[in-house]
C-alpha cells in the first residue's frame, strides 16, 4: 500500500495459479519481446517424437479407470471418423503439443476446446448464450494449445464435411486471425469493458460470420426446446401413487440398484453448499425422484455419469447431471511445457472454477460433489443447450463458423490471460495465422493416420469397440 498525494493505491491479493494481473511490466510491448524468443513461425512445427504412444495404447490408457463395461462405446465412437477420434484423444494431443513451442503466457485454457464443443445454453433469465460448453480438462497452460486443438478440429470438421484443402487450410487460418483480431481490440478495452466485450448479439458481426445466420437461428429454435421437460417426458414414466421415474434405454440411459441411486442423492447435500446461498431457496422447492445412469460424449464414455430427476409441487421436473471429474489429461504435460501443475483438493471444483473462469455467463446451478469418494461435478441437464455441427456446414458456412470460434476463444482467455501481451505477441500481420494453418493441416493429417490405426485394431481384434454406437 502506498500513500501518493493523498491518495491510497494496493494490489487486490494474488489469484492461486495466476500472476498479478495487469502485471506492473505487462505491456504489449513486453508480448511483441517474446516473438525473439519464440517467433510466430515456429508455432508451424509438428513433429512426432520417438516416444509417442501409438493411437490404440493411448485409447487404452486414457480408458484406465474407466467403467470397463462402457470402453467400447468408447473406443466406437472414436473409431467413427478422424474427427470423432480427436474429441476422445486430447491426452494424445497435449502430450504432442508439449513438444511444440510456447510463449509461456499462461491462461486458464478449456483443454479440449475442439469444434463441437462451442455452443448455445441458457442463462438464469431464459435467454440464449453462445460460448464454449465443456471445461472436463481445464487447467491454467499456454493459450496456444486451445487455439491449434481448435484449428486442426475445423481442419477434420471441413474435411469429413466434404471440403476441398484449400477451404479446410481456410478454416484453420481464419479460427487464428480472429482469435488474434479479438484479442487485440480486447487490448485496447479497460478491464471490465474488455471482461464483457463482445455481446452475443454483437458476436455475427464481429467476425464477420453472417453467412451462418440461418444455421444459428435454427440451433437456436431447437436448443429453446431442448429442456428438462422434454427430456423428463420422453424419459421417465409416471408411478402408481404419484411421481415419475426414469425409463431404460440401453445402453444410453439405465436405472441403477437402490443403493447406487441413494449414494448419488445424498452426494447433493454437499452440492448445495457450493452454490450461492441465493439458490438454496429454488432448488428446496424439489424433491428428489428418482436417479439413472446416462452414457455422454465422446471422450467421456466409460466415466460416471447419472442424471437425477427432481420435481417441483407441481410434478414439473428439473434434471440435473452428476458427472465424474477425473484428472485433467493436461496434467502429465503441463510440466514440459514449462508450467507448473497446482494440487487440486477436489476435481469438480476444478471444472467448475475453470468454466467460470473463462465463461461470460456460466449456468447458475453449477456445483460440485463427491460420491462415495469420487470427485463429480454437477450442473443441469439440458439447460436449453443447442449446437452446430461443424462437421455438416456447407464449405460457405466453414469460415464463419472458425472466426466465431475464434473469437470465442479469445473471449475466454482473455479473462485469464493479460490480453495486452497476447495481443502484442500475436500482433498485426498474419504470420501467426498462417503457423496455426500449417500446423494444423500436418496435425490433422498425423490425426487421421492415428484414426486409421485405431479403426484397425478395432477390425482385428486388438482393441474392443462397438463401431455404429
Known sequence: MSETGGAVTTRIPKVDGFAEWPAEDSSKKDGKDLRARVPRSAHASFYADGDRPDAVTAVEESSRGRLAELTPIRVGRMAATPFAFLRGSAGLMA??????????????????????????????????VIDLNDFDETAHGPWEWDLKRLATSLVLAAREAGADEDTCRK??????????????????LPAL???????DEELVSHADAHDLLGTLERVSEKARGNTSGRFAAKSTEEVEGGGRRFVDASPVLRRVPDAEAAAVALSLEEYLGTLSEDRLPLLARYAVHDVAFRVVGTGSVGTRSYVVLLLDHREEPLVLQVKEARTSVLVPHLETAGFAVPEVAHEGRRVVIGQKRMQVVSDNLLGWTSVEGRPFQVRQFRNRKGSVDPAALAADQVDDYARMTGALLARAHAHSADPRLVAGYCGKSEELDEAVASFSMAYADRTEA????????VRAGRIAGELGV
Not at 95 to 102: K, N, S
Not at 193 to 199: G, H, K, L, Q, R
Not at 450 to 457: G, P, R
Open 171 to 188: 478454416a484453420a487460418h481464419f479460427a487464428a486471425g480472429s482469435y488474434r483480431r479479438t484479442m487485440r481490440l480486447l487490448a485496447k
Open 95 to 128: 502430450y504432442d503439443l508439449a513438444r511444440t513451442p510456447v510463449t509461456g503466457i499462461g491462461a486458464q485454457i478449456c483443454g479440449d476446446a475442439h469444434a463441437a464443443n462451442f455452443g448455445l445454453y441458457g442463462d438464469a433469465r431464459g435467454g440464449l
Open 193 to 199: 469493458d474488455a471482461w464483457n466485450a463482445i455481446a
Open 450 to 457: 492415428d484414426h486409421a490405426e485405431l479403426v484397425a485394431a
